[in-house]
């Protein structure tokens, strides 16, 4: 099992609570379709779209359907709970696409995000420079590989990287989502701008909790257990936010 997987994993047990048998359920941004066969196992009825086909060789959990990106290719009025996990920072025009799971919900339905939180951000942005430390010593041990066995041709990519791009890149970590800036996330992905969010495009707040387990957008130190990033994220804080909401009367 992958550390994404686990992670994954350990973030939907923290909702799964809220997902009952004979539900009907949405998914926006499903990718492989892991989290919507976590959801189809308590007994809920899980449709899950996503814009772009997975990878090629990424492993596929459960079907999901590709949609347009606009409008959600369902009736008014129609899923008991809409769910996302670490997607709505991904999406340009949010103010539409909550327009439109507030369409697709019933009335007395709910919508669950689990979204990034500031300090995932910060922390991605620290582990930046671990990540391009490990990349920086990878070409290395690559380009003596390379130069000691002639039998094998020399990587390419060891040839370019002298471009302002690439400098910037080494010394600024780029946003996650669709934002200016890494710095500008820190007040993005903060529950007092999400919470902002939800209010001014028709939701209120049920519950909202810190997912309590720890991690980094570079998934640096892989290894570390479940358990250990539960412990790690009592102290550096959670990556992730659970966010449950109602339409507004």
């Given at each position: 099992?992958?550390n994404?997987?686990?992670?994954?994993?350990?973030?939907?047990?923290?909702v799964?609570?809220?997902?009952l048998?004979?539900?009907?359920?949405?998914?926006?941004?499903?990718?492989?379709?892991?989290?919507a066969?976590?959801?189809?196992s308590?007994?809920?009825?899980v449709?899950?779209?996503?814009v772009?086909k997975?990878l090629p060789?990424?492993e596929i959990?459960?079907?999901?359907?590709?949609?347009g990106?606009?409008?959600?290719?369902?009736p008014?009025?129609?899923f008991d709970v809409?769910?996302?996990s670490?997607v709505?920072?991904h999406?340009?025009?949010?103010?539409?696409?909550?327009?439109?799971?507030?369409?697709?919900?019933?009335?007395d339905?709910?919508?669950?995000?689990?979204l990034?939180?500031?300090?995932r951000r910060?922390w991605?942005?620290?582990?930046h420079?671990?990540h391009?430390a490990?990349?920086l010593?990878?070409?290395?041990?690559r380009?003596?590989y390379?130069?000691?066995?002639?039998?094998?041709p020399?990587d390419?990519?060891?040839?370019?990287?002298?471009?302002?791009?690439?400098?910037?890149?080494?010394?600024w970590?780029g946003?996650?989502?669709e934002?200016?800036?890494?710095i500008?996330e820190?007040?993005y992905?903060?529950r007092?701008r999400?919470?902002?969010?939800?209010?001014?495009?028709g939701?209120?707040?049920?519950?909202d909790q810190?997912?309590?387990?720890?991690y980094t957008?570079?998934?640096?130190?892989?290894?570390?257990s479940?358990?250990?990033r539960?412990?790690?994220a009592?102290?550096?804080?959670?990556?992730?936010?659970?966010?449950?909401?109602r339409k507004?009367?």
């Amino acid at each position: 099992m992958s550390n994404l997987v686990k992670v994954r994993t350990e973030e939907f047990n923290y909702v799964k609570k809220f997902f009952l048998p004979g539900m009907s359920v949405l998914e926006i941004g499903g990718g492989s379709g892991y989290q919507a066969s976590l959801i189809a196992s308590t007994g809920a009825s899980v449709v899950s779209i996503d814009v772009a086909k997975p990878l090629p060789g990424v492993e596929i959990y459960f079907p999901v359907q590709i949609y347009g990106g606009a409008t959600l290719p369902f009736p008014d009025n129609y899923f008991d709970v809409v769910f996302s996990s670490n997607v709505l920072e991904h999406i340009q025009d949010l103010r539409a696409t909550l327009s439109e799971v507030r369409r697709v919900m019933k009335s007395d339905g709910m919508a669950i995000h689990i979204l990034p939180t500031s300090a995932r951000r910060a922390w991605t942005s620290l582990s930046h420079y671990v990540h391009i430390a490990r990349r920086l010593i990878g070409l290395v041990c690559r380009r003596y590989y390379v130069i000691n066995t002639p039998a094998v041709p020399r990587d390419p990519g060891c040839a370019h990287h002298g471009t302002w791009a690439a400098i910037k890149r080494v010394f600024w970590d780029g946003p996650h989502g669709e934002y200016p800036s890494a710095i500008s996330e820190l007040w993005y992905f903060s529950r007092r701008r999400w919470l902002k969010v939800f209010q001014e495009n028709g939701f209120d707040l049920i519950w909202d909790q810190p997912s309590g387990i720890f991690y980094t957008g570079y998934g640096v130190f892989p290894a570390i257990s479940i358990g250990r990033r539960q412990a790690l994220a009592r102290v550096l804080g959670s990556a992730t936010r659970v966010f449950v909401l109602r339409k507004a009367a």
